[in-house]
């Protein structure tokens, strides 16, 4: 018993004993330890010191550094915002409630706007008139009667010239029946054609007949069912060394339609465009 005692009694007199608390704690922990503060009792939560931020303050922009700009407004464009918003609310007013006062006011307005889009027109065309660059006439094919007859023949010659290029090693078949009336109609066409452009017309009969101005017309030997003729008069552009063959069209055809025709599907951007449009077989 008295032994229990001495313990209990060194048990309590612990705390006198502990050393001081070491220098490397927060002051708030030195000025008042937990074990001093017996109100507490033993399950308590002790929040942590706040550390103290060493990182220097930057000092404060002074009154003469330049702010960043407001966005340039132009005038011009504010001006046509309110003028667009405007015509806008008179016209909807004037639809919800057509008073002779709401539609006039709209109308008036819409005289105005119709008036500056009239000026900016004719000035657009002075501008085009003194920058040839910028005149859509121009460009292109040309609007005058005149200017249109001269691009025409130059356009006509430059694709003549084409023609008889490719008359070189390129032939045109033409798929025909003996008793078709277009086929006849169309035949003097590409005589005419043939002997102009310097290109060798191939006659080809699905039904065996003749064909007046093509002596030498050929029998079909299966070569329209490889190309799916399914109407005559059908024009081809054929290569026989290499067997690549491209359809030109159906139907009665003018010489300037052979002409355009040939040119394009001949030309490295018509090939381009629809390369499935030439096909390679076995020519006759």
């Known amino acids: 018993m008295a032994f229990g005692f001495a313990t209990l009694l060194a048990t309590a007199r612990l705390p006198a004993q502990e050393p001081a608390p070491s220098q490397a704690l927060a002051p708030a922990a030195q000025a008042s330890p937990y074990w001093k503060d017996r109100w507490r009792g033993w399950h ?3 929040e942590p010191a706040q550390e103290i931020d060493s990182t220097p303050v930057p000092p404060a922009a002074s009154s003469s550094t330049p ?3 407001a966005k340039v407004r132009i005038p011009e464009l504010e001006e046509f915002a309110r003028l667009q918003k405007t015509l806008e609310e008179y016209r909807n007013i004037a639809i919800i409630r ?3 006062a709401n539609v006039r006011r709209y109308m008036e307005l819409e005289s105005k ?5 009239s000026a900016f027109a004719d000035m657009a065309k002075r501008v085009a008139w003194a920058t040839p660059e910028l005149d859509p006439t121009l460009q292109g094919r040309p609007v005058n009667a005149k200017a249109l007859e001269v691009f025409d023949e130059t356009q006509r010659a430059e694709r003549s010239r084409s023609v008889a290029q490719l008359g070189k090693d390129h032939v045109l078949f033409f798929f025909y029946r003996s008793d078709c009336p277009y086929c006849h109609a169309f035949a003097p066409t590409l005589q005419t054609f043939q002997a102009r452009h310097g290109i060798r017309v191939v006659a080809v009969s699905i039904d065996g007949g003749p064909m007046p101005g093509f002596p030498g017309a050929r029998r079909d030997n299966g070569i329209a069912n490889a190309l ?3 109407q005559v008069p059908a024009v081809f552009l054929a290569q026989p060394f290499t067997g690549q063959i491209m359809s030109i069209g159906f139907g009665v055809l003018s010489e300037s339609q052979l002409l ?3 040119a394009t599907v001949s030309s490295p951007e018509g090939q381009a465009m629809l390369p499935s449009a030439t096909r390679q077989i076995a020519l006759p």
């Open 44 to 46: 308590f939560y002790e």
């Open 67 to 69: 702010t960043p700009s």
């Open 98 to 100: 057509p008073t002779e």
């Open 113 to 117: 706007v119709v008036s500056q889009a």
């Open 228 to 230: 799916q003729v399914s």
């Open 260 to 262: 355009e025709r040939i």
